[in-house]
């Protein structure tokens, strides 16, 4: 995407350097004669001298080379620069999605990361809680977008999962302002400036924090394919489709003993399981029977398999047969059925 050779560029603004000042910013920024980045303290060490000592140096390096005729030299590579994270990001864009475009080589990034620190065209918001490192060329729409990336996050219950366009309908919302000067493809970049929302590995949108987001087991990919299907699964299928869909491999039995162990999966036949969250109760059959009792009141029998089918996925005979058991549940003179008091 660039026109020009960085290497090149960075290696002719630290020649009108003293020698130390150079060799500070080319172990800082990691181009020099290696890739390398060493810390402040790292480079104290080696000179001697305190980590406060080695930071004035390095912006003693910066301003004197951006006081230099031969970074009037290079204007039309850092006119360039800004013209990247305007297109790329409307004016903002991340720092990572940045690099990445702009060049696929960890070497090439350190000098154009260096270029976008020496470049007074553009400027960098450093990380923090709630969003990543950014580059930006106009400081008003920048806090639209972070103040509409908060407000997304807010938006959105700790486990809850939309999909993209619902994700991208928000976040417009939000920028009034400047939406209708934007496209889909610069709103996605600007949600990678985010920490606070996400994409899990099917697409969907969250929190970045929750599970459902942040998947790390076998339990958080099985959620999502349960999730993805939208009706109860037996264990062998959640662990092909797992397989199937992540590429990863998800072995039967290790499968069953996560769905087991996770709150979020319910039983709901032989080896099938639901999602909680679907308003599925767990236990055995006798269990439902005397939840729906209990919050209902005596049913007939017909009235409690069909509200127990509801629930698991069993036999109307199983039901009935459940139903038998006189320490639990009675039959009254109607034909009803109710606990034993």
Same mark, same amino acid.
């Given at each position: 995407?660039?026109?020009?050779?960085?290497?090149?560029?960075? #290696?002719?603004?630290?020649?009108?350097?003293?020698?130390?000042?150079?060799?500070?910013?080319? #172990?800082?920024?990691?181009?020099?004669?290696?890739?390398?980045?060493?810390?402040?303290?790292?480079?104290?060490?080696?000179?001697?001298?305190?980590?406060?000592?080695?930071?004035?140096?390095?912006?003693?390096?910066?301003?004197?080379?951006?006081?230099?005729?031969?970074?009037? =030299?290079?204007?039309? @590579?850092?006119?360039?620069?800004?013209? &990247? @994270?305007?297109?790329?990001? $409307?004016?903002?864009?991340?720092?990572?999605?940045?690099?990445?475009?702009?060049?696929?080589?960890?070497?090439?990034?350190?000098?154009? /990361?260096?270029?976008?620190?020496? $470049?007074?065209?553009?400027?960098?918001?450093?990380?923090?809680? /709630?969003?990543?490192?950014?580059?930006?060329?106009?400081?008003?729409?920048?806090?639209?977008?972070?103040? $509409?990336?908060?407000?997304?996050?807010?938006?959105?219950?700790?486990?809850?999962?939309?999909?993209?366009?619902?994700?991208?309908?928000?976040?417009?919302?939000? +920028?009034?302002?400047? %939406?209708?000067?934007?496209?889909?493809?610069?709103?996605?970049?600007?949600?990678?400036?985010?920490? =606070?929302? %996400?994409?899990?590995?099917?697409?969907?949108?969250?929190?970045?924090?929750?599970?459902?987001?942040?998947?790390?087991?076998?339990?958080?990919?099985?959620? +999502?394919?349960?999730?993805?299907?939208?009706?109860?699964?037996?264990?062998?299928?959640?662990?092909?489709?797992?397989?199937?869909?992540?590429?990863?491999? &998800?072995?039967? &039995?290790?499968?069953?003993?996560?769905?087991?162990?996770?709150?979020?999966?319910?039983?709901?036949?032989?080896?099938?399981?639901?999602?909680?969250?679907?308003? /599925?109760?767990? $236990?055995?059959?006798?269990?439902?029977?005397?939840?729906?009792?209990?919050?209902?009141?005596?049913?007939?029998?017909?009235?409690?398999?069909?509200?127990?089918?509801?629930?698991?996925?069993?036999?109307?005979?199983?039901?009935?047969?459940?139903?038998?058991?006189?320490?639990?549940? #009675?039959?009254?003179?109607?034909?009803?059925?109710?606990?034993?008091?």
């Amino acid at each position: 995407m660039i026109t020009f050779k960085p290497k090149q560029v960075t #290696k002719k603004l630290l020649s009108v350097l003293p020698d130390r000042a150079r060799d500070v910013l080319e #172990k800082r920024y990691g181009v020099g004669k290696t890739s390398e980045k060493q810390t402040l303290e790292a480079i104290g060490q080696t000179y001697g001298i305190t980590r406060e000592r080695v930071r004035q140096i390095e912006n003693y390096g910066i301003r004197s080379i951006q006081k230099s005729d031969i970074y009037l =030299e290079f204007e039309s @590579i850092f006119a360039e620069l800004q013209k &990247a @994270i305007e297109e790329l990001g $409307g004016g903002v864009v991340a720092e990572e999605t940045l690099l990445s475009v702009l060049t696929k080589d960890e070497i090439t990034r350190n000098h154009i /990361y260096f270029l976008l620190v020496v $470049g007074d065209l553009f400027y960098r918001s450093k990380e923090n809680p /709630y969003y990543n490192h950014r580059w930006y060329t106009d400081k008003n729409i920048s806090e639209i977008v972070e103040k $509409g990336l908060r407000n997304v996050y807010r938006s959105l219950d700790s486990d809850e999962l939309i999909s993209e366009e619902e994700v991208l309908s928000r976040f417009r919302d939000e +920028l009034i302002e400047i %939406a209708d000067r934007h496209d889909d493809e610069i709103l996605k970049k600007w949600l990678q400036i985010s920490k =606070e929302v %996400a994409s899990n590995p099917l697409g969907e949108w969250g929190h970045a924090s929750s599970p459902n987001v942040k998947v790390k087991g076998v339990r958080d990919y099985a959620y +999502l394919v349960v999730k993805r299907h939208g009706s109860p699964m037996h264990f062998r299928e959640v662990a092909e489709a797992i397989t199937e869909l992540f590429e990863r491999q &998800a072995h039967t &039995a290790t499968t069953h003993n996560e769905l087991i162990k996770d709150e979020r999966f319910v039983l709901v036949g032989r080896g099938l399981y639901a999602l909680t969250e679907w308003g /599925y109760s767990a $236990g055995v059959v006798k269990d439902v029977l005397r939840d729906i009792l209990e919050k209902e009141g005596a049913l007939t029998k017909d009235e409690l398999i069909d509200k127990v089918r509801k629930e698991r996925y069993v036999k109307d005979n199983t039901i009935v047969v459940n139903l038998q058991d006189h320490n639990l549940f #009675k039959k009254l003179s109607d034909g009803r059925y109710a606990l034993v008091e």
